[in-house]
């Protein structure tokens, strides 16, 4: 009995010896997964439905979501949209390629029944991901308890390809930002967090009020635009989509504001003190990451009919041209089932919103500004993610027409080649 207690304690040390000071993320999951006996470890491989090597993870990171079987629908939700947008577009950010990156769940069940193994069958179906199978005790349950810190609630640790822990738990910054997350390191939560900080600073100096509406995790829609039809039309989709069933079923708090209803005198002001705030980081050395956002909106502040922020809380989720965000909204009866099947409202809408957009023709980017530097011939490039070329400059305003002609923005782009005009 002295023995295999002793055995059983060596063992225990020999596992966090190698979770502790980690050299390869294989060695990692095999001492947080796997018996000593057990000498070709396998995974059974979600998307093409067999048992694959555990080597598939070599040189991988890995987002191990641990969790037992009750109550994990929205988790597996919203982890299917983070699985989804590894396989999109662009492939590669913060120099991180989304292809090294790999899911793998880790059910945690303390005693297998015949109820326990049909639960666990049934998820499994849902997963496209990699899962562990096993019906013993799991080997380094105990590792997973102290080490990684879960205490029977879902919990989705970060390792890198050299078996560290990057991120003790992504779960809460995936369910604000989802894919926008990645790579899932903690600065990432605090960089998207801080920037939208601008505009809230700016919003909140015109209309304190706004603090109160944007707690909690309430999806809020911020509008402005000159045209009274297109806003009255936008806010008429809005409450006709925050009463419908599907919402009230995802438990989704839905509201809109249009922006200088109830006062008009603070628009004016808010743009300039987006424009001054614009000024000042264009004169500093180094680039801010935050002014890509300021340009967008200020190109958008041109546009008509309007321009709409979506916003989850303070968590800025899209910001789009009002013809779009408006088009995408009343089609919320071909897209609403996905509120359901993807990790929220804003997950679905913004999927949507992305494939409507591609429907409207090529509109030139504009920018006007009113409180400008001296320095007027600084570049500026388009803040279209699709386009970055550098916009022309017709006095104080800025024009960039992605690669197009200026009469006909709807030819495709031959070239990108801009040419440049100053106007007096």
């Not at 096993?134 to 970060?158: H, M, Q, S, T, W």
């Not at 806010?235 to 008009?264: M, N, Q, S, T, Y």
Request: overall charge neutral; glycine content about 4%.
């Amino acid at each position: 009995m002295c023995v295999y207690i002793l055995g059983e304690l060596e063992d225990y040390w020999r596992r966090k010896r190698v979770l502790q000071t980690p050299t390869e993320i294989v060695e990692v999951l095999k001492v947080l997964i796997f018996h000593n006996e057990v000498q070709d470890p396998l995974v059974f491989d979600g998307l093409n439905r067999q048992m694959v090597s555990i080597e598939v993870f070599r040189k991988k990171h890995v987002l191990v979501f641990i969790s037992g079987l009750d109550s994990i629908r929205d988790e597996v939700r919203l982890l299917q949209s983070i699985y989804v947008g590894l396989q999109d577009d662009p492939r590669e950010l913060k120099g991180y390629r989304k292809e090294d990156f790999k899911i793998l769940w880790i059910p945690i069940v303390d005693e297998w029944t015949l109820l326990h193994k049909a639960e666990f069958d049934n998820l499994k179906l849902e997963m496209p991901w990699y899962v562990v199978e096993y019906f013993y005790p799991l080997a380094g349950i105990r590792l997973i308890r102290e080490d990684l810190n879960y205490k029977n609630k879902p919990i989705v640790p970060v390792l890198n390809p050299q078996g560290r822990v990057v991120n003790y738990n992504a779960m809460h910054m995936i369910f604000v930002w989802g894919i926008d997350a990645f790579p899932f390191r903690p600065n990432d939560d605090e960089a998207l967090t801080q920037k939208w900080n601008w505009f809230w600073a700016e919003m909140k100096k015109v209309y304190p009020r706004l603090q109160d509406i944007i707690k909690g995790d309430t999806f809020i829609f911020i509008y402005g635009g000159n045209d009274q039809k297109w806003t009255q039309d936008f806010a008429l989709a809005i409450e006709k989509i925050k009463r419908h069933e599907i919402i009230r079923r995802a438990d989704a708090v839905i509201e809109h504001f249009h922006f200088g209803k109830e006062d008009k005198r603070i628009v004016p002001r808010f743009w300039i003190g987006i424009e001054s705030l614009f000024a000042n980081m264009i004169q500093k050395k180094h680039k801010d990451p935050t002014i890509d956002e300021i340009k967008s909106l200020l190109c958008l502040k041109q546009d008509q009919p309007g321009w709409v922020l979506l916003s989850k809380g303070p968590n800025v989720k899209l910001l789009g041209r009002g013809d779009q965000m408006y088009a995408t909204a009343v089609d919320f009866d071909i897209w609403k089932e996905k509120v359901l099947e993807k990790a929220g409202f804003d997950v679905a809408f913004k999927e949507y919103y992305e494939r409507k957009r591609r429907e409207f023709p090529v509109a030139c980017a504009n920018m006007q500004l009113a409180n400008y530097p001296a320095d007027i011939l600084d570049p500026i490039y388009c803040p279209d993610s699709q386009c970055g070329r550098s916009m022309e400059i017709a006095s104080v305003s800025y024009k960039c027409c992605h690669g197009h002609t200026h009469q006909n923005v709807d030819a495709p782009a031959e070239s990108g080649v801009v040419q440049i005009e100053k106007r007096s």
